[in-house]
């Protein structure tokens, strides 16, 4: 017994939910993923997505409409004749026409738990909001925005210094386990559902370059959340006068240290700077063009000076 099955994914976030519901038997009668996008170094060249990429090395027939708004489309859909679609952080809005398009309709794998963190960027802002923990939900979708019926919950530790990348990579495959899981369950008619709870609804907005920046007059705890939230991309950053020139560097890793100072101040020759409140040690930096490099290694190319003025406020 297996289910037929329409995977609907994009990133690389995706590509383990379909190897192993490919792993574990059920038939995927087509994949849908966004359309190649303009890449390599002149952005000449045009790229598939990880989603794919990982298809067609399956030998799945794949699909990349630019959205659904074509009743065509949303009948070559329902054609498929699959009985559930299953959706992994595709990033195209599902119309009616797709959400009821197969017998038992469309189960989508989401990165945190919730109500808390619907929407776009629920990694990124649990780590940036000091979440101790997250997790994966598999639910029902519906016609909001993540607010359907949940099925399945894995819940994930969030450790002090996990970076969004790093949580990104465990819930990944937290999340695969738990789609084979749940439709192996539906499989055998045994997937309850339950509504959401009405209270504790936070929406995870999308990461705007103009908060990028860090303010080290926040405390340190903010700080360290902001950096760890953003890396390794889009990248927490700030701007220093270094060599007599400003340059602006990212910072991929943090912790929390001891010391006090004028907030934006580098207080040590290890790179702990003071904030408006505490300290943090910066401990894995890039320049513009360079790669990711620890501290020690990055300071013998790039000296920072104790007594140093990071700048500390908004762009």
Not at 47 to 71: C, I, M, R, Y
Not at 209 to 228: L, M, P, Q, W, Y
Request: aromatic share 6%.
């Amino acid at each position: 017994m297996s289910l037929s099955i329409i995977f609907m994914g994009t990133p690389e976030f995706s590509v383990p939910t379909l190897r192993l519901l490919v792993e574990a038997g059920h038939r995927i009668r087509a994949v849908y993923t966004q359309p190649p996008r303009p890449g390599g170094r002149r952005g000449l060249d045009l790229q598939k997505s990880p989603v794919h990429q990982a298809a067609e090395l399956l030998g799945l027939p794949v699909f990349t409409p630019v959205n659904f708004k074509d009743a065509e489309e949303c009948q070559r859909f329902r054609e498929l004749d699959a009985q559930v679609a299953v959706v992994v952080a595709y990033g195209l809005l599902l119309p009616e026409a797709i959400l009821t398009g197969t017998r038992f309709g469309c189960y989508n794998g989401h990165a945190s738990l919730l109500p808390r963190w619907r929407g776009a960027a629920p990694i990124q802002r649990a780590i940036m909001a000091g979440d101790k923990k997250t997790g994966m939900m598999v639910m029902k979708m519906d016609k909001g925005l993540d607010t359907g019926p949940v099925a399945l919950t894995r819940e994930v530790e969030i450790g002090d210094t996990m970076t969004a990348g790093e949580l990104h990579d465990k819930l990944m495959l937290v999340g695969a386990k738990a789609i084979v899981e749940a439709m192996n369950k539906l499989e055998h008619d045994e997937l309850p559902l339950s509504e959401q709870s009405a209270e504790g609804v936070v929406y995870a907005a999308k990461i705007d370059k103009g908060e990028t920046r860090i303010d080290f007059s926040k405390s340190a705890a903010d700080v360290h959340n902001h950096i760890r939230g953003l890396s390794p991309f889009p990248g927490a950053w700030f701007e220093a006068e270094i060599a007599g020139r400003a340059e602006r560097i990212k910072v991929l890793g943090s912790e929390l240290a001891d010391g006090q100072g004028a907030a934006g101040e580098v207080l040590t020759g290890d790179l702990v700077v003071a904030c408006g409140t505490g300290a943090i040690r910066l401990t894995n930096l890039q320049k513009a063009g360079g790669k990711p490099l620890a501290a020690a290694d990055f300071l013998r190319g790039t000296p920072i000076a104790p007594g140093t003025i990071l700048a500390a406020g908004p762009a």
